[in-house]
């Protein structure tokens, strides 16, 4: 055995494919006694215990989880770390919430030290929650996505991230140039883009807060840089909605102030997308671009419905990812976005089955991010990110899992009432970096401060 050389063996469920698009049964991949297989940080195999274990590598002996399920790790397609200081904020939408919490908060992140202490607290939330991959919005200083990164890199998770531009429309303090927030993007782009797991994401905060100017040099940048990302908020909420209106009265809609940019295409990523037309689904579907479905922020900030299954539509089928959206979004675990997706969706009279959500959850997100060749399964070549769910993870849920006869049911119970508490373990890249047993820290890497 070589020392970078590891299995794990338990209940396990991947998927095969998608199961918004062929029936869902045969998307899902279970083994009720798994053995995966990791070397160097990937899969190399994945399959039934009984039929992998003469191929475990001498000296190597799998770490046993016999009453867990798991799982590649969660993916969060939307999510800003600054905001973890004021999640569950009282009492406004999306405009009053912005300028009396969010632009507050945000003004802490010139200080590099605070960056690191809420970077730190945000990456072991994550981590906490199963999640091992986000699309994470920093705040305008180059020095909140140094603060990111940095710690990504210590726990070596696979991040997206990157530095919001605005200029204008927010706070003094908050306000770069079409210029600078262009220098600043392309400086970090050089820095961190491509590092390790790291990948760097060009991010207007939305339409309101950029001039076309600053909106065309995101566009410049997205153009100039191989694979990197691009990250905004699109039609949350009636009233922005309205403003992009008045700010751009000569495009045809809020998605054509990003697509005149240059900003609508594979690896775009739009929050929210509740107020769409059909023409809008239509050209995130003919350019290749992703929605970010945030349940419990869309119903905090009292945004609407988003339309799951108008954006699935197999006629011209969008990419959805499943994100938290803290601190608009009220927790940072994808078990309790699942929860309330399934009544978003309900509300429109469907259902979201438990294999469709944990789709959402993992390759869905994945796909979203055409990252869907190295996350969100558990297969050979993979990254070994994986959660171990834990079925028995609160007093009500080993009460009410006892009552459940099938796997459907068990998932479906684990994302009704399960949250962080439902997460036994999580491993980075065939590491173990959270292991709520662990006796003092439950971190493999302690906190800097
Ligand atoms: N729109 C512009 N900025 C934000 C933000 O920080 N959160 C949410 N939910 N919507 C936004
Ligand atoms: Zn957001």
Redesign the pocket.
């Known amino acids: 055995m070589t020392s970078n050389q590891k299995a794990l063996r338990g209940r396990a469920i991947s998927f095969s494919g998608n199961p918004f698009e062929r029936p869902p049964a045969e998307c899902l991949v279970h083994h009720e006694d798994a053995l995966i297989l990791v070397e160097d940080g990937r899969i190399t195999a994945f399959g039934p215990y009984a039929d992998l274990a003469a191929t475990l590598p001498p000296g190597v002996e799998p770490v046993h989880y016999p009453d867990a399920i798991l799982t590649a790790g969660f993916i969060d397609t939307?999510v800003?770390y600054p905001?973890l200081e004021m999640i569950g904020a009282y009492g406004a939408q999306?405009l009053e919430?912005?300028e009396t919490y969010?632009f507050v908060t945000?003004q802490r992140f010139a200080d590099r030290a605070h960056a690191d202490r809420v970077a730190g607290h945000f990456l072991r939330e994550l981590l906490r929650a199963g999640t091992t991959t986000a699309m994470v919005?920093c705040t305008v200083h180059p020095q909140s996505v140094e603060a990111f990164f940095a710690e990504s890199e210590r726990f070596n998770t696979r991040m997206i991230a990157g530095k919001?531009l605005m200029d204008r429309h927010a706070p003094p303090a908050l306000l770069d140039t079409a210029q600078r927030g262009y220098d600043e993007s392309k400086a970090l782009i050089a820095r961190w883009h491509g590092r390790g797991r790291q990948h760097y994401c060009v991010t207007p905060?939305?339409a309101?807060?950029s001039t076309e100017a600053q909106l065309d040099a995101a566009g410049a940048l997205l153009r100039e840089h191989d694979a990197v990302f691009m990250q905004?908020?699109l039609c949350?909420?009636l009233a922005?909605v309205a403003w992009v209106r008045e700010l751009f009265p000569e495009r045809s809609s809020y998605l054509d102030t990003y697509d005149h940019a240059g900003l609508v295409g594979q690896r775009s990523m739009f929050?929210?997308a509740i107020h769409m037309h059909e023409a809008d689904f239509h050209r995130c579907h003919e350019a290749g671009a992703a929605l970010a479905f945030?349940p419990t922020?869309n119903l905090f900030?009292g945004?609407g419905l988003f339309q799951l299954f108008d954006a699935m539509d197999p006629a011209r089928p969008v990419r959805v990812g499943l994100g938290t959206?803290v601190?608009?979004?009220t927790s940072l675990s994808q078990l309790q976005s699942l929860n309330e997706a399934y009544k978003v969706v309900a509300m429109s009279g469907r259902k979201l089955d438990a294999v469709r959500a944990f789709y959402l959850a993992t390759l869905g997100g994945a796909r979203a991010l055409y990252l869907d060749d190295r996350l969100g399964r558990l297969a050979p070549g993979y990254d070994a990110d994986i959660a171990v769910l834990d079925p028995k993870g609160t007093p009500l849920l080993d009460f009410r899992t006892r009552h459940c006869d099938t796997l459907e049911e068990l998932l479906f119970v684990l994302m009704t009432l399960g949250d962080d508490r439902a997460v036994r373990a999580t491993y980075v890249a065939g590491e173990c970096v959270y292991d709520r047993s662990r006796a003092g820290d439950p971190f493999r890497y302690p906190a800097r401060v």
């Open positions: 939307h800003h905001q999306l919430w912005l969010t945000e919005y919001v905060r939305f309101p807060t905004t908020h949350e909420n922005e929050g929210h945030c922020s900030l945004s959206d601190g608009g979004g």
